[in-house]
Every structure is written in C-alpha cells, then in structure tokens.
C-alpha cells in the first residue's frame, strides 16, 4: 500500500506538470532505492504562469514558477523594465500592454494569471480580461485598500459578483512574507493548495494521510 501510495502521488504531480521522467522506489515507497522503477509520460505541456509587472516581486515569482514547472512569460508595457536580462529564468518576456497580450493568447484550467502592477491603469483593464478567462488562478498584489479600490473600478466596469469572486487579492497566502521572495513563496503555497485540496494548515495539527487522493 505504501508503494501504491507513492507511486500515485509522484504521478499525480508529474502529469499536473506536464512532467515525463523515471522514479525510483523501495518496496515499502522509499525514494531512495532501485527496488522498482516507474516510468511516467505525460503528453500535455506544462501549464502556463503568466507573469504581469516587470517588477522585482515577478522576478521572484518567476524563479519560483520555473522551480514549480511552469512554462512562465513575464509581460510590461514598458521596455525599460521588461527585458530578458532582469528575468533570466523565465521562458520569455514580452514588452506590450498587458490586457492587449492576455487578449491574444491561449488561456486554459492550467493558467496562472499573477497580476503585480499594482496600478490601476494596468491591472484593471487586464483584470477585466483575467477574470473572464479559464484560468484555474488569477490573483493580484495590493493591500487590502487597494484591493477594495480595485474591485469598485471593476464593477463600474461591468463584471459581475461571480466573476470578481475569482480573484484571489491580496495574492498568496498568509505566511507573513515581506520580501520578494517570501512573496513568492506565498503565492507558490496557495497554488499548490489549490491544485491539491489542502488545509493550508500546519501539517503538525492535521490527521490522517498527508496526501488525499484527488481525480483530475
């Protein structure tokens, strides 16, 4: 059973990724052995992180996406910023106006959408696109103020209650993150409880298996 069970969490996460690779295991699922090796192909791409806001939070969230194993385009409007130099690990940058560039691109259950321009004349425009998609995640950066502010500008603007529910803002989850970096991991942690199901709690006060099985 304890094979079974780390074989079908491995494959699980590798297929969610679109990650084809060999694991190897013990007979009690150990993942250290050569006991037993498995194979697992996937056929889909990697899921997509859309990056908006060239700013020193996107190149972390950036890194953080390539780690997770998402195909990740960092997008600005404005070319100083948004240049491959300032984001090495993502997988393109594209300098255009940020609702423009959504508007043309293919948008699936498996996009993440991290809206960090923190600027109204950006993010409400691309919000309006956002929320409008399939994308399994959409979240933007701000404070709870801002948050507020951004939601009655997207009223005015004709989305409806259903669909401002989708957005996760202020984006991440509560890890008490200051720096980029712990940002980023915030809002790796909430993509991760999303995809999965989980609690979101220590696992220390929780019961029962760690990894609940979940159909996808």
């Known amino acids: 059973a304890r094979l079974d069970d780390a074989v079908d969490d491995d494959a699980r996460g590798m297929l969610a990724q679109g990650v084809t690779g060999l694991r190897r295991y013990g007979p009690q699922g150990e993942r250290r052995l050569d006991d037993l090796a498995v194979f697992v192909q996937a056929f889909a791409p990697p899921p997509r992180m859309l990056v908006f806001g060239a700013i020193d939070f996107a190149a972390a969230v950036a890194r953080v996406g390539k780690f997770l194993g998402y195909h990740v385009t960092v997008c600005d409007a404005r070319p ?104 980023a991991v915030s809002i790796a942690a909430e993509l991760i409880q999303l995809r999965w199901g989980g609690s979101g709690r220590p696992l220390a006060t929780t019961e029962g298996r760690i990894h609940t099985s979940t159909e996808h």
């Open 80 to 183: 100083i910023f948004a240049t491959a130099r300032r984001f090495p690990e993502a997988d393109e940058v594209v300098v255009r106006w940020p609702h423009d560039y959504l508007a043309s691109v293919e948008v699936d259950e498996r996009t993440v959408i991290c809206v960090l321009t923190h600027d109204p004349k950006f993010d409400v425009p691309l919000l309006e696109v956002a929320l409008r998609t399939d994308a399994g995640y959409v979240g933007a950066m701000g404070s709870r103020r801002t948050h507020e502010d951004r939601l009655a500008r997207l009223r005015e603007a004709g989305l409806s209650e259903e669909e401002l529910a989708r957005l996760r803002s202020p984006i991440g989850l509560d890890l008490g993150a200051r720096t980029p970096e712990e940002t």
